[in-house]
């Protein structure tokens, strides 16, 4: 291959930057002209792109957000839209593509190589629901932020006896509530994956201000209601005062964690080098430390990638 190109699409997550920068230098290393493809896969539809030199990629590895843009292409949902978007990629010479982006985004890289263009994905969304992969990129920096948000609203929580409802995103996924349960010390995660008892965590934050626990916190993750719903019902039940918090796309700005840039590297990397070497159709990911290699067919055609059940059990054990 004398040409590829890469493209980040759907939500943005931190490590998108960091990402773009290993593959267009993994690429140039092996002597392959790299193109960077505006605004996800609606840049395919509008002929937007720029070549990469190793400089356009200098001084974004620590910026969180996108410098290529993604956007919500609905057009590539159409069968007008795909085959426009593989003829464009033809036309600009390209003959492998990096598709950065969640599950929609491994759903569109997989029709474009059915399309005949050769596709390596890259799983990046902080919901953490792409199977077949431990981590997807960004994860781990929307946690870093999440549990920061936690620690500051517990001094403010324990300065009034106040319960805070925190509400997570991950859209289906109740990963980012469980884990941010276990990691900042919260009380309670409500997440879509499993009913909860609103009954029975009344009674428990009643006996947790009854013994004089100075706050509560209780995360809910967006799959599994609204924040100002559940403390709409808790409010006057439980003893503490109530407030809410959204934290909305706050969690998904922000500089990459060392984790995340060192997944972005790895992944990148194992993109380019894999698409260079005729295995394609794939999307790389990490199992046990490993970069391993699944075929996107088999990626978009399974289940949302499910919680550790340990994790869930260790998030109710650590918060009695
Ligand atoms: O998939 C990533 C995500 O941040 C979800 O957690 C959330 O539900 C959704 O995207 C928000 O989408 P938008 O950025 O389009 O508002």
Redesign the pocket.
Known sequence: MKRIAVLTS??DCSGMNAAVRAVVRAGLASEVEVIGIQKGFQGLIDRLYEIMSTKSVSNILQRGGTFLQSA?CAEMKTEAGLQLASENLKGMGVEGLIVIG?DGSLIGGYAIHRKGIPVIGIPA???NDIPFTDMSLGVDTALNNIVSAVDNLKDTASSHDRAFVVET???NCGYLAVVATIAAGAEYSLIPEEPYDLEKICADLRRRYREGRSNSIIMVA?GAGKAQDIADQIKDRIGFETRVIVLG?YQ?GGSPTVFDRLLAARFGQAAVENLLKGNYGKMVGLQASNIILTGLEKVVSSDHREIDPMLALLAKQLSI
């Open positions: 759907g939500g919500r969640g969304s902080i919901d995103m991950g859209r967006e796309h998904r």
